[in-house]
């Protein structure tokens, strides 16, 4: 497997909320796959909504192609529909939220949204899996209201990678813009073999160090001098 970021590994950048406050965004990749994304988010439990793309039976009936969950793969997806994904061929993509309570997601001309999101959050995590006959590359990314450039993600043969968009506050209403090309040699991957998915999640900032244990550093760091 092979991931590469045609931009720089990661970019800090300022915003500016509603309120007029600055809040910082920092674009890196993820490490550590699925098992660290799972252990951050308490399972996956703390994800808001998902946007997730994929090659499904890839045509206009049965399985879908595009859908969005409440949280990624658990229950059912709250709202779905069928597209055909050409092979090599990139599509324009794009998920926006409203700040409140609606995500809408599209690929091409399909369109599809979800109005129930409770809460905000303070991440974007962008997975991408493929198979080994398979590639899929997300480019051309940028999150639009908070404006910052987004590198690209791309999985050659088998493999998971993620990239993290990451907020000290609360994101404010964007538009997260991009180009998906699947691409597979022989038979076409079906589901989630070829897929991404775009995680809108909360991450609590790490509890404050307690005043015990920082008064008991501090008599360490003493008796040490």
């Known amino acids: 497997m092979r991931t590469s ?8 950048t300022l915003m500016t909320t509603a309120g007029g406050a600055s809040a910082s965004i920092v674009v890196a990749p993820f490490v550590g796959g699925d098992a660290a994304f799972l252990s951050l988010t308490n399972n996956g439990t703390l994800e808001r909504a998902v946007a997730e793309g ?22 059912v997806p709250k709202a779905t529909d069928n597209l055909v994904n050409p092979n090599g061929t990139g599509v324009a993509f794009s998920v926006v939220w409203d700040g409140a309570s609606t995500v809408t997601y599209t690929v091409g001309a399909t369109s599809i949204s979800w ?13 991408v899996r493929s198979v080994a006959t398979a590639s899929l590359a997300l480019t051309n990314m940028s ?19 993620y990239l993290r968009i990451s907020s000290s506050t609360n994101l404010p209403a964007f538009t997260l813009v991009g180009v998906q ?13 070829l897929a991404y ?12 160090l307690p005043l015990a244990g920082a008064a008991g550093l501090l008599g360490l760091r003493r008796r040490r001098r």
Do not use: C
């Open 5 to 12: 970021f045609a931009a720089a590994a990661a970019a800090l």
């Open 54 to 75: 994929r090659m499904g039976d890839n045509i206009l009936t049965g399985t879908w192609e595009m859908a969005i969950w409440q949280q990624g793969g658990v229950g």
């Open 115 to 127: 109005d129930a999101v409770a809460g905000g959050f303070t991440d974007i995590f962008i997975r």
């Open 143 to 161: 999150l639009v209201g908070p404006d910052v450039n987004i590198p690209n993600l791309v999985v050659n043969g088998a493999g998971v990678d």
């Open 181 to 193: 090309t699947l691409s597979w040699t022989g038979a076409a991957p079906t589901g989630s073999a």
């Open 197 to 208: 998915q775009i995680k809108l999640t909360n991450v609590p900032a790490p509890a404050a």
